[in-house]
Nanobody
């Protein structure tokens, strides 16, 4: 089992920045691919970003490319999402998730942290 706890959400004006953190416990953090997802009110959850265990390769939702940066600190068992130039449409509950590289789907999820961007 991997336990994930997000933090860092809040209310910010459009154009502002936030950094989300996700602390992992229970297993060796560096063994896992880590992802960020979000779910806006009334909408389906969507993928935001991924950072793989191997080579720290990353990928992003097209609409956040160039604004969001995912990173990880394996020594601190922590995943980060730096969000800059925030837009009202980024408003959502943000979740971190984990999977082993051999898995297709993310199987471990945090409880989420609310990000609200005001116009």
């Amino acid at each position: 089992q991997v336990q994930l706890v997000e933090s860092g959400g809040g209310l910010v004006e459009a154009g502002g920045s936030l950094r989300l953190s996700c602390h992992a416990s229970g297993r060796t953090f560096s063994n896992y691919d880590m992802g960020w997802f979000r779910q806006a009110s009334g909408k389906a959850r969507e993928f935001v970003s991924l950072i793989r265990r191997i080579a720290d390769s990353t990928s992003y939702l097209d609409t956040v490319k160039g604004r969001f940066t995912v990173s990880r600190d394996n020594a601190k068992n922590t995943l980060y999402l730096q969000m800059n130039s925030l837009k009202p449409e980024d408003t959502a509950v943000y979740y971190c998730a984990a999977k082993l590289p051999t898995m297709i789907n993310f199987v471990y999820w945090g409880q989420g942290t609310q990000v609200t961007v005001s116009a």
